[in-house]
């Protein structure tokens, strides 16, 4: 079955890096396009990122482009989300999606999550 | 780009029917494919409704998802309710800048 896994989260300092993984497995990861989604403590669900298939496309929301970096190694099945001068408002819990099929974004498939805090 | 609108809170008593509604700002609701998410308390969140209609295997039909193009909206209806669908629901769309998720609905059985 299909399993997203997070991992990488943490606290941080404002302004420092920090880089996201998930491991993807139970489907063959090169096919589809994925997601980094955010949600922060009792707010609602936020789109952080998505990626193509086959890694060509890039798209971000907000004013998020510029801090924030999506990217994938197929040979490892991992999603990556490299974050930048990170604020205090970045702090949430960082979940890893797929989409339904190559060319059909929608989120079909969650990850649990991994949690960013960013604090001084 | 553009905003989903979801409405706060619907309630209703285990059995009744509930429809929450997601509007979309600017642009054809119909242009591109809507999703919908369940996320109980402390959980992830989970598919309910993909490609504006679609149930993901192991979805109740009790869950159905419509488009409503004269309110440029789509709806999500949960019928025969039953206390385990307590939980926040969101909407989500996209277009050729990014994605966008709805502001999320709580949805309360009585």
């Known amino acids: 079955q299909v399993q997203l896994v997070e991992s990488g989260g943490g606290v941080v300092q404002p302004g420092r890096s920090l880089r996201l993984s998930c491991a993807a497995s139970g489907f063959i990861f090169s096919n589809y396009a994925m997601h980094w989604v955010r949600q922060a403590p009792g707010k609602g669900l936020e789109w952080v990122a998505l990626i193509s298939h086959d890694g060509t496309i890039k798209n971000y929301g907000g004013s998020l482009k510029g801090r924030f970096a999506i990217s994938r190694d197929t040979s490892k099945n991992t999603l990556y989300l490299q974050m930048n001068s990170l604020r205090p408002e970045d702090s949430a819990l960082y979940y890893c999606?797929?989409?339904?099929?190559?060319?059909?974004?929608?989120?079909?498939?969650w990850g649990r999550g991994t949690l960013v805090a960013v604090s001084s | 780009n553009f905003m989903l609108t979801q409405p706060h809170s619907v309630s209703d008593s285990p059995g009744k029917t509930v429809t929450i509604s997601c509007t979309r700002s600017?642009?054809?609701?119909?242009?591109?494919?809507v999703q919908w998410f369940q996320q109980r308390p402390g959980s992830p969140p989970t598919t309910v409704i993909y490609?504006?209609?679609?149930?993901p295997s192991g979805v109740p039909d009790r869950f159905s998802g419509s488009i409503v193009s004269s309110s440029n909206s789509a709806s999500l209806t949960i019928s025969g309710l039953k206390t385990e669908d307590e939980a926040d629901y969101y909407c989500?769309?996209?277009?050729?800048?990014?994605?966008?998720f709805g502001t999320g609905t709580k949805v309360t059985v009585l």
């Open positions: 999606a797929r989409a339904r099929g190559t060319y059909s974004p929608g989120i079909l498939y």
């Open positions: 490609e504006d209609n679609q149930r």
């Open positions: 600017s642009g054809n609701i119909a242009s591109n494919y």
């Open positions: 989500q769309s996209y277009d050729s800048d990014g994605h966008v």
